[in-house]
């Protein structure tokens, strides 16, 4: 297992490099000068020398990388351009909004995914298995952050049982938070769960036709006990590999869905940073992205190791 | 929909055109409401009742009137007018990031794959990397370069979805450039760009036409939500994004603003998504594998029910006795049995060999008696008498309770037939466990007993392994010694040695001798393979056709065969002394299921074939049961 884990990390390396790459040369890719976006119209000539200097612009490019690198690998990305605070603080405030979003919408979508598509494996053509195809197809088209508007009209604005916006810490009280994290994940997790019940289903189907099925049923085990253990811990593995996209997708979701509930998570940062061209924000951002991306797909990775004893290396 | 279902024609075929008609309706709406889509995308400025900016801050935020139909938003503007300009910047931006997308994806990834080497590697890692960043955060860096508006996100979005056209490009040329035409062309000194354009690209063409309708509906929603949270369309142009944009600020002052732009998105995503699947499903059509036409359910002519006496004469020591069993599966217009009246029982320590071709029911009759025939198929008359309880009598919970403990079974592929996903101890230990109810500690240790025991050598490490990591042989020990955990009184082995070396078969056999001798269970011992069979089975029932055709001990049915397809078995089976003449071969097939002939059902392949054989056959004799009518009279010649 560990040795699946160091390979795994190993493998990450280049990865990491090529994502690195591309995030310094934004700084290079911008059309403005950086350093008039942090002095403005109004800035002297030896201002601008200055901020230049600060900024370690007039080094070579590579020199400014490893720089930039060693710093970022130090957890420091730089402060803002609009307001030099230090992007480190501000992602890390926001993370655990945008955090809880995305694992809150995940749990709904594994465990609907799960849930629908063994139900929908065992009784092919059934409510639950066309409800399954018809939310996958559904699910694909429906604009979350629309869902989520609709979630807000019944549930919030006439029905009064959540509250319509903002985002209240787990830290602060888990009831509130989890009130205020409902909807957005509903609104975020439920293609994702019909997307999984599609995978889920399709995967069973195929573990339940195995001969090793039938000989735990020969061998007289409990049918739940069968379809529980024997069936879906095989039906999982392709499941799982496709996980950490899913997971990905819903990270990407919520930045959106974030607007709609009016929750300062990262998704506003970004926007915010758009709109102000704050290059080391969004630098920040799309390391912090990055990161997580890749801790789920270890996370996964690891998951399928511990599912599949073929896939660990010996 | 008020038209009633025809009742007098059979109920499949109704349903499989109706079912046709349905898809054939939803592809006749998608397509419509795509034709609609751009019909409105080119007439908005007529169609509009009014001018999409035109404000009247008198009439906001007004839900549906006759003036305006969908309701005004917040600054008074017509909804219905800007829901129909949106058509327009939905179908611009669709057509704009596919296009781009396609014009950056495909050149590179044709380039890189054909070229492969360093190059093919740098933009790889690339690609990886991009998408392992959310979309949404790629195309939102991206429009911090380039600045938000409609063109430049829809760039943005083109970039982003080029990755996918790259990879599908790249993947048809790595495929093809193997190909032997391609290889052939470059033999004869052809241009790479001229291998590109003619032998590779058209390859591409079906697969990106799939690509770009994929593409087209992520697009519409990416595009949707990029104006929603302001980084598209710039107000106050009229999108479907930035209406659900200025919505989201009023929803408790007018939710039903979210409505329309939503179910504008919604249905054209859906439209564009199933028509990808038709065309999808047509362009993968000449590939398809022609389905087998059905087999028509007719020919069956004896009458169920009408079951023959039962010839088994009952003995003391009985551990298994099955009579008129008969086993029915479903077939279009019905159902049809593949087994019929059989009878037979096995006694203490006794092997009974079930002996046929494929097809002829032996494996089912196995599982018949487990009560694990599958979906559709069930056993209709007959009872199934185990230690002198019927086991067709049993409820679901009973049967699951005499499986594992009186009888059990060995699968034919031992790598199948254990879970891949648990150690092989494990196992065995589950089955103690849930069976016998020992702890966790009493099972292992029993588990590594019974390893032990089916001559596995260093069982407390052999528990410990997964099935891929033990050879065929050794996976099969392990499945006999699950089956025999429980001491059962019945094992039903189903071809156990068939998918193993010729040498593990022998040990194998001799295991399960062996073990017959210590645990005295009855076997049921299902092959084709009648050389087995006459090494292990005290006792031989030849199956053909879902019926018993003839049952001797095994010395007497290979000195002295009755029936002329046991002979001809007979005949077939390989000899390792002289491989020089070939192999005689029965002519014919097996019929299937619902063709068999009304009388003798091996008349169609038999030599010996009378007016007479037309007739039902029945099975006679005592001790020897032979189900042919000219069985006293035939010179059948016995093995060589």
């Not at chain 2, 001809?568 to 097996?590: E, K």
Request: glycine fraction near 8%.
């Amino acid at each position: 297992m560990l040795k699946l884990i160091v390979q795994r990390l190993l493998a990450l390396v280049p990865l990491l490099f090529i994502v690195s790459v591309l995030t310094f040369s934004f700084t290079s890719l911008l059309p403005s000068d950086p350093v008039d976006l942090i002095i403005g119209d109004a800035g002297t000539q030896q201002q601008y020398e200055m901020v230049r200097e600060r900024l370690g612009l007039n080094e070579p490019v590579h020199l400014r990388y490893l720089q930039w690198l060693g710093r970022a690998v130090q957890g420091d990305l730089g402060s803002s351009f609009f307001n030099s605070v230090s992007v480190m603080g501000a992602v890390m405030q926001r993370l655990p909004v945008t955090l809880s979003l995305t694992a809150m919408s995940a749990l709904i979508a594994i465990l609907i995914g799960v849930a629908a598509g063994v139900a929908a494996a065992l009784r092919p053509r059934s409510w639950v298995d066309r409800f399954a195809t018809l939310g996958a197809t559904f699910g694909q088209a429906v604009p979350n952050f629309w869902f989520g508007l609709i979630l807000v009209a019944i549930f919030a604005v006439n029905l009064r049982w959540f509250p319509a916006t903002g985002f209240t810490p787990l830290t602060e009280s888990p009831w509130e938070w989890l009130r205020s994290v409902i909807l957005p994940s509903i609104a975020l997790g439920t293609s994702s769960s019909a997307a999984i019940a599609r995978q889920v289903r399709s995967a069973m189907v195929g573990v339940l036709q195995q001969d090793y099925i039938r000989a735990a049923r020969a061998q007289g085990l409990p049918f739940r006990r069968v379809i529980f253990r024997h069936a879906l811990t095989n039906a999982l593995v392709p499941v799982v590999a496709v996980l950490s996209f899913q997971i990905t997708v819903l990270l990407g979701g919520a930045l959106i869905v974030e607007q709609v509930f009016a929750i300062n998570g990262l998704g506003t940062l970004a926007i915010a940073a758009v709109r102000q061209q704050d290059i080391p924000m969004l630098q920040g951002l799309v390391l912090v992205m990055v990161g997580l991306v890749v801790t789920v797909q270890l996370a996964t990775d690891i998951l399928y190791g511990l599912l599949n004893p073929k896939a660990r290396p010996s | 929909m008020t038209s009633k279902p025809d009742t007098l024609s059979p109920a499949g075929p109704v349903r499989a055109r109706s079912r046709l008609n349905g898809a054939h309706i939803v592809t006749s709406v998608a397509a419509a409401v795509l034709v609609l889509l751009a019909f409105l995308a080119v007439f908005a400025d007529w169609v509009a009742p009014y001018d999409p900016l035109r404000q009247s801050l008198m009439e906001a935020l007004q839900g549906p009137s006759a003036a305006h139909w969908l309701g005004t938003d917040d600054l008074g503007r017509d909804v219905l007018s800007r829901l129909i300009h949106g058509c327009r910047i939905a179908v611009i931006a669709a057509a704009e990031a596919t296009t781009i997308a396609v014009l950056l994806g495909v050149p590179i990834g044709l380039f890189i794959g054909y070229r492969g080497g360093v190059w093919d590697w740098i933009v790889m890692r690339i690609v990886e990397a991009v998408v392992s960043i959310p979309g949404i955060m790629v195309a939102i860096a991206i429009i911090a370069i380039l600045g938000a508006g409609l063109h430049r996100a829809m760039i943005a979005l083109g970039i982003l979805f080029s990755t996918s056209f790259l990879r599908l490009a790249r993947g048809v040329v790595l495929a093809e450039r193997e190909e032997v035409y391609v290889r052939s062309a470059r033999v004869i000194g052809a241009s790479d760009r001229r291998i590109l354009m003619r032998h590779i690209f058209p390859n591409i063409a079906p697969p990106l036409i799939v690509q770009v309708t994929l593409t087209v509906g992520a697009v519409l929603l990416a595009e949707a939500g990029l104006s929603f949270i302001g980084l598209g369309v710039q107000p106050p142009q009229a999108s479907w994004g930035t209406m659900l944009n200025t919505a989201a600020a009023f929803m408790d002052f007018n939710w039903f603003l979210s409505v329309p732009p939503g179910i504008a998105i919604i249905l054209t995503v859906l439209s564009v998504n199933l028509l990808g699947d038709v065309l999808r499903d047509s362009i993968g059509r000449g590939i398809a594998v022609e389905t087998r036409p059905e087999t028509p359910a007719a020919r069956f002519a004896a009458a169920p029910g009408a079951a023959e006496p039962v010839v088994l004469p009952r003995r003391a020591d009985e551990v298994l006795r099955v009579e008129n069993l008969q086993v029915m599966v479903p077939a279009p217009g019905g159902e049809v049995p593949v087994i019929t009246d059989l009878s037979f029982s096995i006694a203490r320590g006794e092997t009974l060999g079930l002996v046929g071709e494929s097809g002829s029911g032996k494996t089912l009759t196995g599982l018949a008696i487990l009560g694990l025939l599958g979906a559709g198929v069930r056993a209709t008359h007959g009872a199934i008498l185990l230690n002198g309880q019927d086991l067709r009598a049993l409820s679901p919970r009973q049967i699951e309770q005499v499986r594992g403990n009186e009888v059990a079974m060995v699968f034919q592929d031992p790598t199948t037939s254990l879970n891949p996903a648990f150690t092989v101890g494990s196992q065995i230990a589950e089955v103690l466990r849930v069976k016998q109810g020992l702890n966790r500690a009493q099972a292992w240790a029993r588990a590594v007993e019974l390893i032990d025991r089916v001559g596995i050598p260093r069982p407390e490490e052999r528990a410990r392994a997964y099935p891929h990591e033990l050879s065929g042989g050794m996976a099969q020990r392990i499945a006999i010694a699950r089956a025999l955990s429980c001491n059962p009184s019945l094992l039903i082995a189903d071809e156990p040695t068939t998918a193993l070396d010729v040498t593990v078969q022998q040990e194998i056999l001799d295991l399960f001798r062996d073990l017959q001798a210590e645990f005295g269970m009855a076997i049921l011992f299902v092959t084709h393979d009648l050389a087995v069979a006459a090494d292990i089975c005290d006792r031989i029932s030849v199956m053909y056709a879902g019926e018993m055709v003839e049952m001797a001990g095994v010395d007497a049915l290979f000195a002295d065969p009755r029936h002329p397809y046991t002979a001809g078995l007979l005949h077939a089976m390989p000899h390792a002394s002289d491989r020089m003449p070939p192999l005689p071969t029965i002519r014919g097939n097996v019929p299937r299921p619902g063709d068999w002939p009304s009388g003798c059902r091996f008349s169609d392949r038999c030599d010996f074939r009378v007016a007479a054989c037309d007739a039902r056959i029945p099975l006679l004799g005592r001790e020897r049961l032979v189900r042919c009518i000219r069985a006293g009279e035939l010179e059948l010649e016995a093995a060589s």
